[in-house]
């Protein structure tokens, strides 16, 4: 299995178009989109996305990056208060996709229902939650490993 290249910098990032999957981590609790009740509790948030707009993920994943921005989407309030986040890139699968795959992760769970997937039919929501102690290793080798295989 290739290494994956985890991006903390905007100058890294792509401009190509393609979806990603957000490594979000939270130290303090943060306030949540106006329509959930709950704030964030403290943890590791993955999140999958899509950048078709102009400047690809780098525009768009740019913006995650960046914590002094304006509150556009769902995803804006957790990035805007994370302590780390990192940017996984993918040329071929879809966000859904990628959310299908995040849902098998073993004691994970989704926080806030249609958090980030308004837009999408199929998905309960674009954002799980890690149980406690997940890290990138274990992500790796449960769940994007698959993505690799061609
Ligand atoms: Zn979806």
């Known amino acids: 299995m290739p290494h994956l290249q985890w991006i903390t910098e905007k100058v890294r990032l792509p401009t190509s178009k393609g979806s990603y999957l957000l490594w ?14 709950e704030n964030f509790d403290t943890g590791i948030f993955l999140y999958a996305g899509s950048a078709k707009g102009p400047g690809g993920l780098k525009a768009r994943c740019g913006r995650h990056l960046t914590q ?11 990035t805007r208060a994370a302590t780390d986040i990192y940017v996984l890139p993918f040329a071929d699968q879809t966000e859904c996709q990628i959310m299908r795959a995040l849902k098998t ?5 989704i926080p806030f229902e249609k958090f980030g997937s308004s837009d ?3 998905c309960e929501a674009h954002l799980v939650m890690c149980p ?10 449960h769940v994007l490993k698959r993505f690799n295989r061609k």
Not at 24 to 37: G, H, M, V
Not at 68 to 78: A, Q, T
Not at 105 to 109: A, E, L, N, Y
């Open 24 to 37: 979000i981590e939270l130290k303090q609790t943060a306030l949540s989109p106006p329509k959930y009740k």
């Open 68 to 78: 002094d921005k304006s509150l556009k989407w769902h995803v804006d309030w957790l």
């Open 105 to 109: 992760i073993p004691g994970g769970h």
């Open 120 to 122: 999408c039919n199929t």
């Open 132 to 141: 406690e102690g997940y890290d990138r290793q274990l992500l790796e080798r």
